[in-house]
T-cell receptor, first 113, second 110 residues
Framework: DAGVIQSPRHEVTEMGQEVTLRCKPISGHNSLFWYRQTMMRGLELLIYFNNNVPIDDSGMPEDRFSAKMPNASFSTLKIQPSEPRDSAVYFC???????????FGQGTRLTVV | EDQVTQSPEALRLQEGESSSLNCSYTVSGLRGLFWYRQDPGKGPEFLFTLYSAGEEKEKERLKATLTKKESFLHITAPKPEDSATYLCAVQAGSHYKLSFGAGTTVTVRA
């Protein structure tokens, strides 16, 4: 398996623009997580899906953030409108179930100018 | 709220100089403690899961141990390729999420 695949690897956008980050989890994994990593706050969980259903989005910072998982092999994280403080590395991770270790993708480095 | 504290923040070692990283945690009902390695520009890479006090796991030059309040990651005779940031995370109670520490950045000089 190729592991968790994220795209794009890097994204530079202007403030106010819409940004969509994409993730393909490991085949057979039932849980999917979106994390954000910054120097100040480290790794923070944004949202968690189990069997394609959003279970907890309490980590999503604002209504500007939304996430979907239309099927078991694809998820998106959308920011609209984007702001400079959204600049961070966004990671997608998947695990076989809620008790198993999570495997991370390579991340998307987002820069909002 | 789950608290995970890692120390030291940074560790510089000479090749072959063994050392230990600490991860102390305050949680209600630990379900698992996870160690990850993160290289610059990459996602965290899973190393170990520990479930109960007294448990130990090894992989090459790394050995992880767990007590009721903390975990240690021992690096024996490190090599330059062991240079990375090591992250500790806990899963507790009814929560599924991993709460991460800030990490320890290890630099091993040849």
């Amino acid at each position: 398996d190729a592991g968790v695949i994220q795209s794009p690897r890097h994204e530079v956008t202007e403030m106010g623009q819409e940004v969509t980050l994409r993730c393909k989890p490991i085949s057979g994994h039932n849980s999917l997580f979106w994390y954000r990593q910054t120097m100040m706050r480290g790794l923070e969980l944004l949202i968690y899906f189990n069997n394609n259903v959003p279970i907890d989005d309490s980590g999503m910072p604002e209504d500007r953030f939304s996430a979907k998982m239309p099927n078991a092999s694809f998820s998106t994280l959308k920011i609209q409108p984007s702001e400079p403080r959204d600049s961070a590395v966004y990671f997608c991770a998947s695990s076989y179930d809620t008790n198993s270790e999570a495997f991370f993708g390579q991340g998307t480095r987002l820069t909002v100018v | 709220e789950d608290q995970v504290t890692q120390s030291p923040e940074a560790l510089r070692l000479q090749e072959g100089e063994s050392s230990s990283l600490n991860c102390s945690y305050t949680v209600s009902g630990l379900r698992g403690l996870f160690w990850y390695r993160q290289d610059p520009g990459k996602g965290p890479e899973f190393l170990f899961t520990l479930y109960s006090a007294g448990e130990e796991k090894e992989k090459e030059r790394l050995k992880a141990t767990l007590t009721k309040k903390e975990s240690f990651l021992h690096i024996t005779a490190p090599k330059p390729e062991d240079s990375a940031t090591y992250l500790c995370a806990v899963q507790a109670g009814s929560h599924y999420k991993l709460s991460f520490g800030a990490g320890t950045t290890v630099t091993v000089r040849a």
